[in-house]
């Protein structure tokens, strides 16, 4: 076991090399993950201020406005992005569908 | 509507033709400065007098000794049609050893001895286990001499793209 | 194809819903493709794999810089081809992209950069040199960070877009400068041992992981790229709200 962190001697540059690349690539999807779910946030936000009839009528016909957005959701059942879909939620009907 | 995207498409076209032809001019305008070492034979044709300059090659089979102080390596960088000797007092890289390319920044002397700076080690693009090395060492297929050239492939396609590499080298 | 089929099938894809509609059905398999890869190439890269008869075992540098250049050079690209359809056909969701794939274009290309260097200080005998290759490398980067700088230098987006896609054609002549560096020039760096002519140099144990981890970054890329556009496509929309609701405001 410790032959194999000591990499032949070269551990500082190989555990180096594995950490930065691991660094970079879960910082970049960690990042793109939660700018998206800030953009959910707002845009639920911002329509639940513009349009509480529209909305109110949307729940009651078919539970959502969200319209051409709303398959997109099915996505984050799969793979390692966790569940990505939830922040939306308390925009109530109107927002919930665009993830 | 068709045309005016026509008339972009043929746009961005020309340009990247014009951009293309003027990096290929100055890629080869500075031809010179791009080039990050010489081989021994560019040194015999085209001597640098005091200038600083870097040398590439293999560090030829049986070259290295070692001086009395311990820190100078006197070897022999070989492009296999001229060779020349080069000094060095300091550590060299972990891949530095006889048969592998290296490139040594350093003043050629007037006694013809390349007195090395910097020397760094240059290794090449083929990849394998030891024991594979071994192997083909043993069957006597193992030719790291020749740089480029794929230590353990025989095909004559690969041998003659690599000819036309050796000889750049 | 003729002209107006292609351009037809081209503005499909210019409907954001039709986007994200195909974005749901690739992403997950994306995400697990890249969760595989990285498990599986990581196993063959750390533990399964020999260590090279000359570098030893920082031969396993290779399995995360050589994908990760591989990446830096097909983002690039692909931006640069998005660029193109952006200027000629006004495609929306080519913007999209671009400005999506720029920082993970980036971030391949620091990584490349990074281990390149942990890996020539041993083995070369130093962090850092000029050479064709390694120079068009981090001009690359810089490319990338420019780029990103230009989208979000003007007030008015539809101008930064412009601006970006033109930078990205620009610096698309740099893409064929790092491919073929090692054999227009002398340099320090190695030619190269997979896509070369005559077929790979490197022994079979060492190809495994090397494929398994490029295939891993490319689904990596697919599957964070798409969250980015679907973040970039909300900010759109929360921008014509705002100006929906500043105008209404202003009645």
Redesign the interface.
């Known amino acids: 076991m410790a032959e194999f962190f000591a990499m032949g001697g070269y551990a500082l540059y190989v555990w180096g090399s594995y950490g930065i690349a691991a660094v970079v690539l879960l910082g970049l999807m960690l990042l793109s993950l939660s700018a998206h779910r800030r953009q959910q946030r707002t845009l639920a936000t911002l329509e639940g201020i513009r349009q509480p009839r529209r909305a109110r009528r949307a729940k009651a016909a078919d539970g959502g406005s969200g319209g051409e957005l709303a398959l997109a959701g099915a996505y984050a059942g799969g793979g390692k992005g966790s569940a990505d879909c939830d922040a939306g939620g308390d925009g109530g009907g109107s927002g919930g569908g665009d993830c | 509507m068709m045309t005016r995207k026509k008339r972009r498409l043929y746009v961005v076209l020309l340009a990247l033709l014009g951009l293309g032809t003027a990096a290929a001019l100055t890629l080869s305008a500075f031809e010179e400065n791009i080039v990050f070492f010489y081989s021994p034979s560019d040194l015999g044709a085209r001597p640098p007098g005091d200038r600083s300059v870097r040398i590439g090659g293999l560090v030829a089979e049986g070259s290295i000794t070692k001086q009395a102080d311990g820190m100078t390596t006197v070897f022999q960088v070989t492009d296999m049609s001229a060779t020349v000797p080069v000094r060095y007092t300091g550590i060299l890289p972990d891949l530095f050893r006889e048969g592998q390319g290296v490139v040594a920044e350093g003043r050629l002397g007037p006694d013809g001895v390349f007195v090395a700076r910097e020397v760094l080690a240059r290794h090449d693009e083929n990849y394998m286990p030891p024991e594979v090395a071994d192997a083909l060492k043993r069957a006597g297929q193992f030719k790291p001499e020749v740089p480029g050239k794929p230590v353990y492939e025989t095909s004559t396609t690969g041998d003659k793209v690599h000819a036309t590499t050796t000889l750049k080298q | 194809m003729g ?2 089929t292609y ?1 037809l099938a081209m503005h499909r894809f210019a409907n ?2 039709r986007f ?2 195909l ?3 690739v ?6 493709i ?2 595989i890869g990285f498990v599986a190439g ?1 196993y063959w890269a ?2 399964a794999s ?13 399995y ?2 050589v994908p ?1 250049a591989w990446m830096s050079l097909f983002v690039y690209s692909s931006m640069a081809v998005a660029a ?1 359809v952006a ?3 006004r495609h929306p969701l080519a913007e999209v992209y671009a400005r999506a794939a720029a ?2 274009g980036a ?1 391949f290309t ?2 490349c950069l ?2 390149g260097s ?2 020539g ?6 962090w850092w ?4 290759r390694l120079t068009s490398v981090l001009i690359l980067f810089f490319l990338y960070l420019g780029y990103m700088a230009l989208v979000d230098a003007f007030d008015d987006p539809t101008r930064g877009n412009r601006a970006g896609c033109i930078l990205l ?2 610096g ?2 740099n893409v064929p ?1 790092i491919k073929f560096s090692v ?6 760096h ?4 997979v896509f ?4 790979p ?3 079979a ?2 190809l495994w992981p090397l494929l398994a981890l490029a295939i891993a970054f490319k689904a ?1 890329f697919a ?2 790229v ?3 556009m ?2 970039e496509l ?2 759109r ?2 921008q014509a ?2 100006l ?2 500043a105008s ?1 405001a202003a009645e």
């Open positions: 002209h107006a351009a954001p819903a994200l509609r974005a749901a059905v992403q997950p398999w994306a995400a697990g890249a969760v990581l750390l533990v020999p260590p090279d008869y000359q570098q030893g075992d920082t031969v396993r540098i290779m995360i810089h990760a193109a200027l000629i056909w920082p993970l971030g620091l990584v990074a281990t942990l890996w200080e041993p083995m070369w005998g130093t040199v000029w050479d064709a054609l620009v698309a002549v400068i054999d227009w020039w002398n340099t320090l190695q030619p190269a041992s070369r002519m005559g077929g140099t490197i022994h144990d060492m990596y599957a964070v798409i969250t980015r679907r973040a909300l900010a929309k929360v709200l705002r929906a609701q209404q």
